[in-house]
């Protein structure tokens, strides 16, 4: 069983759109993150969620919101696309905040 | 703000040699300091987690050190392999609680 998954692994939409990714974590973890790398490969923390404290990166729009319906599930909801947001992202999980992450596999996001 | 720097130009090394990657912070002082490897179109995998009362940690053929002084911690691959090439990410908790990573460093193994 895949440790951490996420879906769609491939996102192509256009400009203005609103999209959502999933993150779906098995290991039981408290923490959940999810980051944007871009393509000079920094891979940039955007949220951090534990135990229902959500911690926000200030450089992060507000068109981005992070859903998490219980503590195995932290989505990515993207109002208003803009061509700046095509990255990949990832998920991740961790037993709490600061220790060892398991990552998902990525979403590679494709605005047009 | 928390800085977190490698060195963003590749390191190229023939095999058997010992690659040595290095990682400088600034502004914080973190309990831990992790290593994570990089595969093209593949997420982070953990490899190694140092703790600040720690000097040195091993795990096979892979050493990393922490020196809270310097603010900076080493990582060395011994006896490297072309399948080490890979890019190599520190990471550490940051003052807004946040796992935050360094840019990288490629690393080549060359046959």
């Known amino acids: 069983d895949t440790a951490v998954s996420q879906t769609p692994k491939y996102l192509v939409t256009q400009m203005g759109n609103d999209k959502s990714i999933k993150c779906e974590q098995n290991?039981?973890?408290?923490?959940m993150y999810w980051y944007k790398q871009d393509s000079k490969k920094f891979l940039k923390i955007m949220f951090s969620?534990?135990?229902?404290?959500?911690?926000i990166n200030e450089t992060v729009p507000n068109r981005f919101s992070p859903k998490s319906p219980d503590k195995a599930h932290l989505n990515l909801h993207i109002n208003s696309l803009e061509l700046g947001d095509s990255a990949v992202y990832f998920c991740?999980?961790?037993?709490?905040?600061?220790?060892?992450?398991?990552f998902g596999q990525g979403t590679r996001l494709t605005v047009v | 703000s928390q800085k977190i720097e490698q060195n963003s130009e590749a390191l190229n090394i023939q095999e058997g040699k010992t690659a040595t990657l290095t990682c400088n912070y600034t502004?914080?002082?973190?309990?831990?300091l992790q290593w994570y490897r990089q595969d093209p179109g593949r997420g982070p995998v953990f490899l190694l987690l140092?703790?600040?009362?720690?000097k040195e940690k091993r795990k096979e053929r892979l050493k990393v050190t922490f020196d809270t002084t310097l603010k900076q911690s080493l990582f060395h691959i011994t006896a490297s392999q072309p399948a080490d090439s890979a890019t190599y990410l520190c990471?550490?908790?940051?003052?807004?609680?946040?796992?935050?990573f360094g840019g990288g460093t490629r690393l080549m193994v060359k046959p």
């Open positions: 991740a999980s961790s037993q709490d905040q600061g220790r060892e992450a398991f």
């Open positions: 290991l039981g973890h408290d923490t």
């Open positions: 969620y534990n135990n229902k404290e959500l911690i």
């Open positions: 502004n914080y002082s973190p309990a831990y």
């Open positions: 140092i703790r600040e009362n720690e």
């Open positions: 990471a550490l908790r940051d003052a807004g609680n946040m796992l935050t």
